[in-house]
């Protein structure tokens, strides 16, 4: 899987949008971008994730570059409940493989 | 109904003593994962399993025995347990079509 660098921490006002940006500069053609968060101890929830193109759910939106070298999850509403750990991940989509997590980026909502 | 349980949330035990940490997943997935998380929040990998089968050993020492007995259930058996074993042991289920993880609420294991 290729590596991932993100931010150790980050902090947004409640109500504002929250980017949180992720490099991959080393990721291949087949490979996915994938974001994952981690409220408080429990277990990794997956978001969202995308290839090339910008991709939208009703929790967040992942930007893409047009070199997909790096992308960034927005989170268009912050809540107090989105404070949690951030991983962004490579790797592509099928296929047996490990998924290893690096260290996220601690976003952190401010009331 | 809950897609990935673990079983017991939280143990507590002595060195030395043997124990296990028990994964359903209800999802109809093929391939399941553990996963350690120690103090400092890290993340890693130890086993996968895909039918049944093991795929992934990252390096755990062979005190950590998991055991599939059917492509529902990922149990962890632990021998000797050491100090160092206390952390969150997570079990992730996988949807191969997506690539979606998906974490149970983990398992917290306390060695004294």
């Known amino acids: 899987d290729a590596k991932t660098t993100q931010p150790p921490s980050m902090d947004c006002a409640e109500g504002r949008a929250a980017n949180l940006p992720c490099n991959h500069s080393?990721?291949?053609?087949?490979?996915?971008v994938y974001w994952y968060r981690q409220i408080h101890s429990q277990g990794p929830q997956y978001i969202i994730h995308?290839?090339?193109n910008n991709e939208t759910n009703e929790m967040a939106s992942l930007i893409i570059t047009e070199d997909r070298k790096s992308s960034t999850l927005i989170l268009p509403h912050a809540t107090l409940r989105d404070t949690a750990v951030y991983y962004c991940?490579?790797?592509?989509?099928?296929?047996?493989?490990?998924?290893?997590f690096g260290t996220g980026t601690k976003l952190q909502v401010i009331p | 109904d809950t897609a990935v349980s673990q079983t017991p949330k939280y143990l507590v035990t002595q060195m030395g003593n043997d124990k296990s940490i028990k994964c359903e997943q209800n999802?109809?997935?093929?391939?399941m994962y553990w996963y350690k998380q120690d103090s400092k929040k890290f993340l890693k990998i130890m086993f996968s399993?895909?039918?049944?089968?093991?795929?992934i050993n990252e390096t755990v020492p062979n005190r950590f025995s998991p055991k599939s007995p059917d492509k529902a259930h990922l149990n962890l058996h632990i021998n000797s347990l050491e100090l160092g074993d206390s952390a969150v042991y997570f079990c992730?289920?996988?949807?191969?079509?997506?690539?979606?993880?998906?974490f149970g609420e983990g398992s917290r294991l306390t060695v004294l």
């Open positions: 991940i490579v790797r592509i989509s099928g296929g047996y493989q490990k998924v290893t």
């Open positions: 080393t990721i291949s053609g087949n490979e996915y």
């Open positions: 995308g290839l090339k």
């Open positions: 999802l109809g997935h093929d391939t």
């Open positions: 399993y895909n039918n049944k089968e093991l795929i």
């Open positions: 992730a289920s996988w949807r191969q079509s997506t690539g979606e993880l998906f």
